[in-house]
């Protein structure tokens, strides 16, 4: 049984925060296929604060979100504690600091995985958020701001002395970006130097790969990101697999088209149509992955301007597979489109 704080889990693998991609919408769908924490996409603590419409939109979740954590990035103590009051009143089941983030315009700020090469002030901050709320309150990291100075064990005891539950480890530095492997190892180190759960976070796209880093680093858990996107049932098959040692086969085109457009349905009832049909777009080539003549429907989608035009060009594309029948390539595997 994986603890954090109060919470129990019994499943171990957790969607990773994405920004402008893992709003409410798609979290529904990965909690559906067993995730077993959802996350906000970042929030700015400032923005929280001042009560912006945008950040207070990040935040909003439904019931079937839970678990769920909102994820919280700043640089100022006393502000990071008062957006921690005023998330804690939103009721989620966690909070979750941001110490990963690598965009110039949030580590300028010393927000995000610049805190990681200033260990007094991301404990001072990490503090304040701690005693401002009674959730559980976890990190997200990176393994360091580059490879001069990284010293993940070293932080990730200090964090646990701050009173942190848990820390996902997305085993990058700043200065590595996504760029090349992330380094597994690093993640075996920090749960050897600490006795809060360590959440493993970093190139885990298939099934099997869960598996491997659970393996290798004796990580608690495992955390997906990008490997999920247009690939809710990254979940559903990764839990089969760690239970029963088999990969079950990804859904047929028909279900995963039936996705694509319940996901659309709840992205238009809380944005709106025409902002629904562009944000999805980033989910559409895992969707449609493999499938025949995905190229041409994804032009086609792309020229479409709101979620009804939208609807009707994937619908129109389940009529075309059913009139002949589907390829049988798996989606996970590459496109040949
Ligand atoms: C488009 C995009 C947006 C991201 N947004 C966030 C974010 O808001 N908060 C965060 O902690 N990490 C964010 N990340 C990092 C991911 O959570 C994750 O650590 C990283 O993608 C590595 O995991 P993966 O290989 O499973 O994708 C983002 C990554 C991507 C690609």
């Not at 798609?26 to 001042?50: K, N, Q, W």
């Not at 990963?100 to 610049?114: E, L, N």
């Not at 493999?290 to 594309?317: C, F, P, S, W």
């Amino acid at each position: 049984m994986l603890k954090i704080g109060p919470l129990e889990f019994n499943t171990r693998v957790f969607l990773a925060p994405l920004c402008g991609i893992t709003d409410s919408a798609f979290r529904r769908l990965c909690r559906r296929e067993g995730a077993t924490v959802t996350y906000s996409e970042m929030t700015v603590s400032d923005g929280i604060i001042r009560n912006n419409l945008n950040t207070s939109r990040l935040m909003r979740f439904t019931e079937q979100e839970r678990p769920y954590g909102i994820q919280l990035c700043g640089s100022d103590p006393e502000v990071m504690a008062r957006a921690t009051r005023m998330v804690t009143d939103l009721g989620p089941d966690l909070i979750d600091i941001n110490l990963g983030c690598p965009v110039r315009k949030v580590t300028d700020r010393k927000a995000g995985s610049a805190l990681l090469a200033e260990p007094d002030r991301m404990a001072g901050i990490v503090s304040a958020v701690v005693q401002a709320t009674h959730l559980p309150v976890t990190v997200k990291m990176r393994i360091g701001w580059d490879d001069k100075t990284k010293a993940p064990g070293d932080t990730a005891r200090r964090l646990e002395d701050c009173g942190v539950k848990s820390i996902a480890l997305h085993a990058r530095t700043r200065a590595q970006g996504f760029a090349g492997r992330a380094d597994w190892d690093v993640i075996g180190e920090v749960k050897q130097a600490v006795s809060i759960p360590v959440i493993g976070n970093g190139d885990v796209i298939q099934p099997e790969e869960s598996r491997r880093m659970l393996d290798q680093t004796g990580c608690d858990a495992v955390m997906i990101g990008r490997g999920s996107m247009g690939n809710p049932w990254i979940f559903s098959r990764t839990l089969a697999y760690l239970e029963t040692g088999e990969v079950p086969a990804p859904p047929d085109v028909f279900t995963r088209i039936e996705t694509a457009l319940l996901h659309l349905e709840y992205m238009v009832e809380d944005k709106g149509s025409e902002v629904a049909a562009r944000e999805i777009r980033k989910h559409l080539p895992g969707y449609l992955k493999g499938e025949r003549d995905a190229h041409r429907v994804r032009n086609e989608i792309h020229q479409t301007k709101n979620a009804e035009e939208m609807r009707d060009v994937l619908l129109r594309y389940a009529d075309e597979l059913r009139a002949a029948p589907p390829s049988m390539e798996r989606p996970g595997e590459p496109a040949t489109t």
